[in-house]
C-alpha cells in the first residue's frame, strides 16, 4: 500500500504560479501512471494530467500550455508546475497513482488547496 501525500497548496494571485508535489510512502517506480486531479465545490474529481513510467504525459484541455507534470522515481515524487494560473484554476488538487495503467487508480492523497484570486 502506498500513501501519497500533497503539499504546495496555496493563494496566490492571476497569473501566478504555484508547484504542487506529491510524496509517495513507497516506490512509485512500478506505478505505471501516476496523476493529478482537481475538484471544484460541488463536482465530481477531473482529469488535470498524468504521467506514465515511460515520460508519456495526459493533459487536460484546459491546463494545456500551462501546467507541467513531471516524476522523479529515485525519490518517489510527483510534481505539478501550474504557471499563469487563473481563478477558474481554484479547486482541490489531488494526486494519484494507477498501478496497472487501466485508469483505475489505486492510491490517493488526501487533497491540497489552491487559491486564485482575481
Known amino acids: 500500500q502506498v500513501q501519497l501525500v500533497e503539499s504546495g497548496g496555496g493563494l496566490v494571485q492571476t497569473g501566478g504560479s504555484l508547484r504542487l508535489a506529491c510524496r509517495a510512502s513507497g516506490s512509485i517506480f512500478a506505478i505505471h501512471t501516476m496523476g493529478w486531479y482537481r475538484q471544484f465545490p460541488g463536482k465530481p474529481r477531473e482529469l488535470v494530467i498524468t504521467i506514465t513510467s515511460g515520460g508519456h504525459t495526459n493533459y487536460a484541455e484546459a491546463v494545456k500550455g500551462r501546467f507541467t507534470i513531471s516524476r522523479d522515481n529515485a525519490k518517489n515524487m510527483v510534481y505539478l508546475q501550474m504557471n499563469s494560473l487563473e481563478p477558474e484554476d481554484t479547486a482541490v488538487y489531488y494526486c494519484?497513482?494507477?498501478?496497472?495503467?487501466?485508469?483505475?487508480?489505486?492510491?490517493w492523497g488526501q487533497g491540497t488547496q489552491v487559491t486564485v484570486s482575481s
Open positions: 494519484a497513482g494507477d498501478v496497472a495503467g487501466w485508469g483505475h487508480y489505486d492510491y
